[in-house]
């Protein structure tokens, strides 16, 4: 039944689930509670309406797994790629064991240059535990990447729902309405960050503007 559920998510993102998936999915859902939050200092919270419209935040450098995939839809770029990440999370690699999951997991996006439609390639990126930063095991798959990223400072903003290119153009621009006019972030790079799993239909996102060195 968890098989046949996810393999209907799958089949929303035009994507096929494979029979190999069974087991990290099974694992996965073992271990959901379990999920260890990337490292962060929040520098400032700037409220709207009572609300919390949007927060800076400073992630450390650290080691991150990464995939990047240029499929035609974004959805099936971050579901396959992610489906890489699990079976190197579960088992498929040099310890051969369970690694631990971490959240959010990234999906490095870059807009073209008239700032109305998304490139192709996307990078997802998933942070490796404390444990295994000094030391991370090797992927038995040459298409995961380990990978130093450099410290960042963004500015975030959470949204609900399944992650399309609709709705990431749209959260965008939204989020720059609120901004308003500024050059301290970059105008074609950006981050969607999510928390949970594929399967979950409102589940949290966040779309990160990342600030200039």
């Known amino acids: 039944r968890l098989f046949a559920h996810w393999e209907?998510?799958?089949?929303?993102?035009?994507?096929?689930?494979p029979r190999?998936?069974?087991?990290?999915?099974?694992?996965?859902?073992?271990?959901?509670?379990?999920?260890e939050a990337?490292?962060?200092?929040?520098?400032?919270?700037?409220?709207?309406?009572?609300?919390?419209?949007?927060?800076?935040?400073r992630y450390p450098a650290g080691k991150w797994a990464c995939v990047t995939k240029g499929e035609?839809?974004?959805?099936?770029?971050?579901?396959?790629?992610?489906?890489?990440?699990?079976?190197y999370i579960c088992k498929e690699n040099s310890v051969g064991s369970y690694l631990g999951m971490t959240v959010p997991v990234l999906n490095e996006?870059?807009?073209t240059k008239g700032g109305t439609e998304l490139e192709r390639e996307v990078l997802t990126a998933y942070y490796l535990p404390g444990e295994f930063?000094?030391?991370?095991?090797?992927?038995m798959d040459p298409e995961i990447h380990i990978t130093e990223r450099?410290?960042?400072?963004?500015?975030?903003?959470?949204?609900?729902?399944?992650?399309?290119k609709e709705t990431i153009l749209r959260e965008i621009s939204l989020?720059?309405?609120?901004?308003?006019?500024?050059?301290?972030?970059?105008?074609?790079?950006?981050?969607?960050?999510?928390?949970?799993n594929p399967s979950i239909p409102q589940r949290r996102n966040e779309i990160w503007f990342i600030c200039r060195a």
């Open 8 to 17: 209907a998510v799958a089949s929303t993102h035009r994507v096929s689930l």
């Open 20 to 35: 190999d998936m069974a087991g990290p999915i099974v694992q996965m859902t073992r271990h959901s509670q379990a999920r």
């Open 38 to 57: 990337v490292p962060y200092v929040t520098l400032s919270q700037h409220d709207k309406c009572e609300e919390a419209a949007y927060e800076e935040r």
């Open 72 to 87: 035609p839809m974004y959805e099936q770029s971050i579901s396959m790629s992610f489906m890489k990440l699990m079976r």
């Open 109 to 111: 996006i870059h807009l």
């Open 133 to 139: 930063q000094q030391n991370p095991p090797v992927p």
């Open 150 to 164: 450099a410290p960042l400072r963004v500015i975030t903003r959470v949204f609900y729902g399944m992650t399309s």
């Open 175 to 196: 989020f720059w309405e609120l901004l308003g006019s500024t050059d301290t972030v970059l105008r074609e790079t950006y981050i969607v960050a999510s928390y949970e």
